[in-house]
């Protein structure tokens, strides 16, 4: 019996196995992790470029009404579900005699990991854009 303890002692075979079987959870969570935050910034990257469209395109002249703004604003989006978008709001308002409008957009995106349920991420943007007066 003293004979095959050094043996056994000294035997790794199966080591580097066991070791990535305890490693490999964590690896993929940290993937997926990364995978998801990217998607975050790519659904906020989407609904950022449509807002700032929408206020681009609210200040031309002649005046746009409000649902060409908001037709073009639906066209200019990228990145996201139009399920889970709430939105586009327009709220017209006036500061110091100048005519503005209030652009936002919501997106509740659900963050999608394999194991784990996790509530949706809400995203919001809002932009203010002076336009010109009504005739």
């Known amino acids: 019996m003293t004979a095959l303890r050094p043996l056994w002692k000294r035997d790794q075979r199966g080591a580097a196995a066991l070791e990535f079987a305890l490693a490999a959870p964590l690896l993929l969570m940290f993937i997926l992790g990364i995978t998801q935050l990217g998607l975050l910034f790519f659904a906020n990257a989407g609904i950022r470029s449509s807002v700032a469209e929408g206020a681009r395109y609210a ?4 005046r746009p009404t409000d649902e060409q703004i908001k037709a073009k604003m639906t066209q200019s989006r990228f990145g996201i579900d ?12 006036t500061s110091d005699g100048a005519q503005y409008l209030d652009i936002s957009m919501s997106y509740a995106t659900p963050l999608d990991f394999v194991f784990i349920e996790t509530p949706p991420i809400t995203l919001s943007v809002t932009r203010r854009a002076f336009v010109q007066p009504t005739t």
Do not use: F, R
């Not at 200040?59 to 002649?62: D, F, R, V």
């Not at 139009?82 to 308002?93: E, N, R, W």
């Open 59 to 62: 200040t031309i002249y002649p």
């Open 82 to 93: 139009p399920a889970l978008v709430t939105g586009p709001t327009l709220t017209h308002g």
